[in-house]
């Protein structure tokens, strides 16, 4: 501890109704990566912005250097050399990649004036010491999230960040993608930085963070090296108890089809893709990253238009050409971007869980055409009960929550539309392990109750783990089903990858 470049003691920040950091503590090094690991609500978020100046501690010190230090706001923290790298970047996509890297700090020539040559050139070396191989003039909503990511590194690198918090910085990469990212992590290692890694994979905290330091419910657990832990005690020290199986077991009898797909096919995402869903069945949809599955799911929809195909919905056939016409079919879908697509985040918890069920909210006769605010209350607290939400009240803006609350109110919002079909794009992404093993729960209990559900998911354990059958895409293709009995972690990466050549089915 005494070599710490930062450490924070004690720290303490409370909101209206709720204590979100109780005297908390957290060292960082340099040339290391810390983990910092908890659940979701365990208060990692609130800590971030404690370190970025975004939040004001109500108690506790910051000791940068063994000097008390003290954030107004993002500037000064900015300015002690403290960055972060969100999950989603937080960067301007109307401005160039090079205006990204040196916004509030561009190199100036004569009069003042921002020297546009200067600061190209510059980001030009910043980016070639992340590896990115991208044009500095480029418009950076032209660049996928990974470059992005390469982008806000290379920003921390030109104010010379001494501190680097990357805030699940994985979630929306591809293999390949996540590679390159740790061998980033090792050269910032090696420049002296110290590096906060905040994750949900173990797999990736057991590969390149030196320590971690446990939050369970706002407050401090315990701290180690990672080399003298293993993954079992770390689940036990953010969760207060052993997590077995994650995976509930099976309790519901498949039944007959209600979902027919046959010959979907979209110009650019994917094409010739047929499938059948039982009630009571979870589906599961496995790829690697530009398979066409979630484009497959929109389509289905009715957010973007297939060229050809036909959905079969209990024997009625589904023009999707609108979400609209999606639900009032009894197909809903719970979408990967829970934040930019899935909820409005500006909005409390019981406007987003009654906004698609206007109608069952709605006063009758007289009055009728105007939201009952009981009822939209009633209705919420129906569903969120049974998701166990965590949140001071209902009336509290969803941007307020967790990851893993915040993915509760996405699927509330559309169980009480009472749908036939519930489609789940990665329905765990991003969440903490005991949220996963809630929502997970919750799928077996929602396929035991009769509805048809699919799932997205790019982790094999999870479609290992809660698929009844399997279906397997590449490049916008089906390339493999199997049923849960006989698919494998090999099977499933061999054929999504096209390791064998040709197509398997089980």
Not at 40 to 68: C, R
Not at 202 to 213: G, L, P, Q, S, V
Not at 264 to 280: I, K, M, Q, V, W
Not at 426 to 455: N, Q, Y
Request: aromatic residues 6%; hydrophobic residues 45%; proline residues 4%.
């Amino acid at each position: 501890m005494d070599n710490a470049l930062l450490s924070l003691q004690g720290i303490t920040k409370v909101f209206p109704g709720v204590r979100a950091l109780s005297e908390v503590a957290l060292e960082l090094y340099s040339g290391e990566v810390t983990a910092l690991v908890g659940e979701n609500g365990a208060g990692k978020s609130t800590l971030v912005k404690v370190l970025t100046g975004i939040h004001s501690p109500d108690g506790g010190q910051i000791l940068l250097d063994g000097k008390t230090v003290k954030f107004a706001n993002p500037h000064d923290a900015a300015s002690a050399g403290i960055t972060a790298i969100h999950q989603e970047t937080v960067l301007f996509d109307d401005l160039s990649v090079a205006e990204n890297i040196f916004i509030g700090h561009a190199p100036r020539g004569r009069f003042g004036l921002i020297d546009r040559g200067a600061m190209r050139r510059e980001a030009a070396v910043l980016l070639e010491k992340v590896g990115a191989r991208i044009d500095p003039s480029t418009r950076l909503r032209n660049l996928g999230i990974a470059s992005k990511h390469q982008v806000a590194i290379a920003r921390a690198l030109s104010i010379d960040a001494r501190i680097v918090i990357m805030d699940e910085p994985t979630a929306a990469l591809s293999q390949q993608e996540i590679e390159e990212l740790y061998a980033l992590v090792e050269t910032l290692k090696r420049d002296g930085k110290a590096i906060l890694f905040i994750s949900h994979k173990f797999d990736e905290i057991f590969r390149i963070a030196d320590r971690y330091t446990v939050f369970r419910d706002g407050e401090f657990v315990g701290r180690g090296r990672i080399k003298e832990t293993d993954s079992a005690s770390l689940v036990r020290m953010m969760v207060g108890r052993d997590v077995e199986g994650v995976f509930p077991p099976r309790t519901s009898e498949i039944g007959e089809p209600v979902v027919e797909v046959s010959g979907y096919a979209h110009p650019t995402e994917f094409d010739d893709l047929s499938f059948t869903l039982c009630r009571g069945e979870i589906l599961g949809f496995y790829g690697l990253v530009g398979a066409g599955r979630s484009e497959l799911m929109q389509s289905l929809f009715g957010m973007t238009r297939p060229s050809s195909g036909v959905l079969v919905i209990d024997g009625v056939t589904v023009t999707s050409s609108s979400p609209a016409d999606a639900i009032a079919a009894g197909l809903v879908y719970v979408p990967e971007d829970r934040g930019g697509q899935g909820a409005i985040t500006g909005l409390p918890i019981f406007r987003n869980v009654s906004l698609p069920s206007l109608s069952a909210v709605s006063h009758e006769g007289i009055r009728g055409g105007f939201v009952s605010m009981a009822k939209e209350f009633a209705l919420t607290q129906k569903y969120v009960s049974r998701l166990e939400l965590k949140a001071s009240a209902l009336d509290q803006q969803v941007g307020q929550l967790s990851g893993g609350n915040q993915q509760k109110v996405v699927i509330a919002k559309w169980l009480a539309t009472q749908p036939k079909v519930i489609i789940l794009d990665e329905p765990t992404k991003g969440i903490d392990i005991g949220s996963k093993a809630a929502v997970h729960a919750f799928m077996r209990e929602l396929a035991a109750e009769g509805l048809a559900v699919i799932m997205v998911s790019s982790e094999i354990p999870e479609v290992l783990g809660m698929s009844d059958r399997i279906f397997v895409m590449r490049a916008g293709r089906k390339v493999a089903e199997y049923d849960r009995d006989s698919a494998t972690p090999e099977l499933l990466v061999r054929a999504a990858a096209g390791i064998d050549g040709s197509a398997q089915a089980a």
